[in-house]
């Protein structure tokens, strides 16, 4: 499997998504998984935020662009040409006031391209490029936004990753958020870590299970193979 991963943090070893995203991918290792890893740290490696020339280049037909256009969206081209290439995408950040750190939104910007992540139809309808790809977000956050919670309504990070993901084709992203973690007492902080890894340990053996599945061929799929088998196991 190819397997685009994201860290965003501004922090390093200290970083709890960081840390996650590592576990997630050991995870998917212990299960057997071939993983082909392509990634990327938008912290240290941000995507330019737009620009004028970004603005204007993108929206101007692919045939119309003058060479200097052609090179102020090179690195965009570039980094969706990786994603597209990807089979799964893992996307790690914390909360930053309520919603994304800049550089992943940079990231979004530089990602979120017509005739590229997105077509426009002949129908009008918009057609995301990005809808066989499986998609996990790893969030960390200080405080509990979990529903009831008194800062559930301040969650502007899930619905903005939902939004900007959906529209390139991401119909159903697995969310794995780990909370409260800096704004909670070691203990309650240790069970919101503990339980983002028991989660993530379940998604990595649903990964594993249908790439399993999806190896099986087409004549063997509905046998009693050792392929059903194997991905039983
Ligand atoms: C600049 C900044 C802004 C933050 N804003 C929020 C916030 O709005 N809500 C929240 O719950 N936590 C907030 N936090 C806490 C982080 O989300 C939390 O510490 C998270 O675990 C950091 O992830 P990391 O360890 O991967 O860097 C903020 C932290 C920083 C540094």
Known sequence: MK????DASAKR??????ALSR????RLRAEQMDLQ????DVSVETPPHVDEAFAIATYTPPRERTPAMKARLAASDA??????????LVFAMPMYNWSMPSAFKAFVDCITRAGL???????GSIVGQLARQKVLFITSRGADLRPGSPYASMDALTPALKAAFGFLGVAAPTFVDAQPLQFADQETRGEALERARYELSAVAANWAKSACV???????????TEYATLCQE
Not at 37 to 40: P, Q
Not at 117 to 123: E, F, G, L, P, Q
Not at 214 to 224: E, R
């Open 117 to 123: 992540t997105y077509v426009n139809a002949d129908d």
């Open 79 to 88: 980094l969706c040409e990786r994603l597209l290439a990807a089979d799964a």
């Open 13 to 18: 070893e200290r970083s709890n998504s960081r």
């Open 37 to 40: 890893v392509d990634y990327l």
């Open 214 to 224: 999806a190896s099986v061929p087409q004549a063997d799929a509905n046998a009693d």
């Open 3 to 6: 397997l685009m991963h994201v």
């Open 23 to 26: 576990y997630f991918l050991e």
